[in-house]
């Protein structure tokens, strides 16, 4: 592989990267601050894509597109936390499960009510239509703002919960919600708020991702598995750990995806690696995740419960 | 008898001997299975199947063969076991004696033998898995799509054509996947510079896109049905690949993907068994009938559908609606003697097409919509492979 390659590699490893990071962020936080298993969190992604090609049919503008997503999934979120999930937060987390995955199957029909069977078209401007040249190789402008938006979403999001009052109350939740209630703070309104920004991630992430994959009814179930790797890698309610999970994740997948097949090839004979290297490939990020809660099973930056 | 009895007793009796002769007169309405996926990531394929079987059989007035059908629509979300449960509930409890549409072939792996074992006519108008074709055939089995592999023999023919040295593969890695690539393998004699198998439930393909792009292939043969056909045209138009790696494909672009593609998938290429622009009277007419009914292009599982219904109306028809005859509705399927949207159609000894296949490329027609639009005939009476393992006469 030569040099060039590998940093194309790394750039769709870091992409990737970002986008599981803008899912992880939310969902870790409600997971982690409110103890609530968020199955739809998937769904919301979905939203998010949904209401970008949407918008953009109506007004032709990326821009508006991703923007309106973001606002429809932070109401979106508001709402399900106001009807849905405040009742559950007692409940046991079997409960959550069953309630959210009757969420997952619920937005599902209403998407495909309203939208659709068939998956829908989103545009790009022209140039972000193009290729940029990085080390002799064409690589997708599309892609370079992706990892823009992702890396300015983290940084707000490090400012919001690192220097800011709701950012101390945030992390304070995270390390012991009683204590903050019993304090005088109203938590339901941080957990709205919680639970709110965090649907509102999964639904930039959603925009984001529309241009490059389909947008279809049930898009958000495959990249759940991949968001709860990165959550339970990075440590249950730290955003911290869920970014370097997010970003180790997004490139061991990809980089292991592309060398083990032909490293598999030169060790064995080309059959044995063409039917052993994908999968290898698709199991590796599930490996790591095992080796890593071996060594430390809180994860790799877990919350200090005070 | 009592007399406040006897005349409802008289009247019941005179009304069902008017009925009974009534009913003497017409043969009964047949009852048709419909099952295919309706829900899921196949959705739009179920339903163009279904969509253009309903308007063949309103084209008729809610007949086929000159006899009234009644089609039981049900929904296999693309899992066997829910497939074979309901086929259980039409044949046990419906009483059909045909079940047709069949989007997965996962689905008709595990309903195709017991529907043959209960002397069930099935027509299959999309699933035509090699198995199927060979040694597991069977008399009251038909698929009037195509067998698996064809669709991807017609664009490794093309690819030879073409005069492709280097050609690299991409496709999911599953059994229909590596099929396919067989299928491509067998008719292309080039040199394979890469065989890339993904992950199913993968997406992203901007990896391996990039890893092709380094070994400098003459062309790229890809096959992703579904949800990740669309993302992999959208990342191979983002990756500037459009413009200097010929893209050659199957089950990518079709009717209900290039909705959602548009400009981005033009001037890729796809074989296939239809086209809407295929030159004949038959097709023409369903193409016009199927955009007024339904304000979209048709795809090729809906011309699927509708030559299958057309393939019934004329064995009905044939045997004057009378399905108790096994042998004879059989030999009338077999004998497809129908103006097919395809031109010619015949069966093969397996009962699975033997048809012309064509090479279409995406382009934009003169309403401005994307379409797909025939270059080439590679491929003319062409037979599966599979054909002489199966032992039927």
């Known amino acids: 592989m030569t040099w060039a390659l590998l940093a194309t590699q790394l750039l769709n490893g870091l992409q990737l990267g970002v986008l599981l990071f803008l899912l992880s962020a939310g969902l870790t936080l409600v997971l982690g601050i409110m103890n609530f298993v968020n199955l739809a969190h998937g769904s919301l992604y979905m939203m998010g894509a949904y209401f970008a090609a949407a918008l953009y049919g109506r007004t032709e503008s990326f821009l508006l597109a991703a923007i309106g997503a973001l606002a429809g999934t932070l109401a979106l979120g508001a709402t399900l936390e106001r009807l849905v999930i405040s009742k559950l937060y007692q409940r046991d987390h079997l409960d959550q499960v069953m309630a959210t995955s009757g969420l997952i199957l619920v937005l599902n029909e209403v998407v495909r009510i309203v939208w659709g069977v068939s998956p829908m078209f989103i545009g790009l401007p022209e140039a972000l239509r193009k290729t940029v040249t990085v080390m002799g190789f064409q690589y997708p402008a599309y892609r370079f703002l992706v990892i823009a938006v992702g890396l300015l979403m983290g940084a707000g999001l490090y400012l919001l919960i690192h220097r800011t009052v709701v950012g101390m109350l945030i992390r304070a939740g995270a390390s012991n919600a009683p204590m903050v209630s019993a304090l005088g703070v109203n938590i339901g309104r941080i957990n709205a708020l919680v639970f709110a920004a965090g649907a509102g991630l999964a639904g930039v992430a959603g925009a984001m991702a529309a241009p490059i994959f389909s947008v279809q009814p049930g898009m958000g179930e495959s990249v759940l598995i991949q968001v709860l790797v990165v959550i339970v890698t990075g440590g249950v309610g730290s955003v911290r750990g869920a970014f370097y999970a997010a970003l180790i994740v997004g490139v061991v997948d990809t980089i292991g995806r592309v060398l083990l097949p032909s490293l598999l090839g030169q060790l064995f004979e080309s059959s044995v690696a063409q039917a052993a290297g994908p999968a290898l490939g698709s199991i590796l990020i599930y490996l790591m995740m095992a080796v890593v809660l071996a060594v430390r099973p809180k994860g790799l930056f877990p919350v200090k419960h005070g | ?216 292939p003459d062309a790229l043969f890809a096959f992703y049905p579904g949800a990740g056909g669309v993302g992999f045209v959208r990342q191979y138009q983002q990756a500037g690949l459009l413009k200097t790696l010929p893209l050659l494909t199957t089950g990518i672009i079709d009717g209900t993907t290039l909705p959602a593609l548009r400009e981005s998938a033009l001037g890729i290429v796809a074989g296939h068994v239809w086209g809407p622009d295929l030159d004949n009277t038959a097709n023409r007419q369903f193409v016009q009938a199927f955009e007024a009914r339904y304000d979209r292009i048709p795809s090729n599982f809906a011309a699927q559908a509708y030559d299958g219904a057309l393939l019934l109306d004329s064995a009905i028809s044939t045997v004057k609606g009378n399905l108790s005859d096994k042998i004879a509705f059989a030999a009338a399927l077999k004998s497809a003697d129908f103006k097919s949207i395809r031109g010619k159609f015949q069966f093969g000894r397996n009962n699975f097409p033997v048809q012309d296949l064509f090479i279409f490329e995406a382009v934009k027609d003169a309403k401005g919509r994307m379409t797909m639009k025939s270059i080439a005939a590679p491929l003319k009476n062409h037979a599966d492979m599979y054909a002489a393992q199966c032992l039927m006469k």
């Open chain 2, 1 to 216: 008898m009592k007399l406040e009895r006897i005349r409802p007793t008289v009247a019941a009796a005179l009304l069902s001997l008017c009925l009974g002769s009534a009913l003497a007169q017409a043969p009964a309405p047949i009852r048709i299975g419909f099952l295919a996926t309706f829900s899921g990531a196949l959705a739009p394929l179920g339903r163009d199947q279904y969509d253009a079987f309903m308007l063949a059989v309103e084209q008729r007035g809610g007949r086929l063969g000159g006899v009234q059908v009644q089609v039981l629509k049900e929904d296999d979300q693309f899992k066997p076991e829910v497939g074979t449960q309901l086929v259980q509930k039409l044949i046990e409890r419906d009483n059909v004696p045909i079940i047709t549409g069949i989007t997965g072939s996962n689905v008709l792996m595990a309903i195709a033998k017991p529907i043959a074992e209960k002397q069930v006519f099935l027509i299959s108008t999309n699933a035509g898995p090699s198995p199927l074709a060979g040694a597991q055939c069977s008399p009251y089995q038909f698929v009037a799509s195509w067998q698996a592999d064809v669709i991807a023999e017609v664009v490794g023919k093309y690819a030879a054509d073409k005069g492709y040295k280097r050609v690299a593969l991409m496709a999911p890695n599953y059994q229909g996947g590596k099929d396919i690539l067989a299928g491509f393998k067998r008719l292309f004699k080039g040199e394979i510079v890469g065989e890339i198998y993904t992950p199913l439930q993968q997406l992203d393909f901007s990896a391996e896109l990039a890893q092709v792009t380094a070994s400098k």
